[in-house]
């Protein structure tokens, strides 16, 4: 004759307030984890936006150079849009871009900044300004033509 033991049954599965609590736990990782996620991609975009406006500037440098002919970088600050030629960059809508450029260059709402054979520029630089504030002003010496950014806080 087999006799059962209650206790070994009890173990096969899990309570009710079991289940409620690894739901809970479940719910708070989720509610942590999206926010973040959010974050991470924006940041991700924002990075981006910035690398790709510096690679088109020191593009434009280098084939002034390399061409012996002139090149414009037009900036569209209401657009978010850089362009060098053909090549078009889009930034993401939840940046600010503003321009500084030399007047005698600008055209009807688009800043431009003139790179020269002999390695030079017409100088300016672009903002590129997330939501929160912060951002990154890309300036292009006119002498020499070199591209660089910095950091900045809107505080």
């Known amino acids: 004759m087999q006799t059962h ?7 096969r599965g899990f309570t009710m307030i079991e289940l409620i609590a690894a739901i809970t736990i479940g719910a708070m990782m ?5 926010p973040a996620s959010v974050k991470m ?3 991700m975009q924002y990075r981006s936006a910035v690398k790709d406006a510096v690679t088109l ?3 434009a440098r ?8 002139a090149q414009d970088v037009r900036i569209k600050p209401d657009e978010r849009e850089i362009q060098l030629n053909d090549a078009t960059e889009t ?7 503003a321009v500084t450029s030399a007047r005698e260059l600008n055209q009807q709402g688009v800043g431009v900044i003139r790179f020269y054979p002999e390695g030079g520029s017409s100088g300016g630089g672009i ?6 504030g912060s951002g990154v002003r890309i300036s292009v010496d006119w002498l020499i033509g070199r591209v660089f950014q910095e950091r900045y806080n809107s505080e």
Do not use: F, M, Q, W
Not at 127 to 132: A, G, K, L, V
């Open 5 to 11: 033991n209650h206790s070994h049954y009890a173990a």
């Open 30 to 34: 989720l509610a942590l984890a999206v």
């Open 41 to 43: 991609y924006e940041t």
């Open 57 to 59: 500037l020191a593009s």
């Open 62 to 69: 280098y084939k002034a150079i390399d061409s012996g002919r």
């Open 91 to 97: 930034l993401p809508r939840n940046l600010t871009v």
């Open 127 to 132: 903002d590129i300004e997330r939501e929160n």
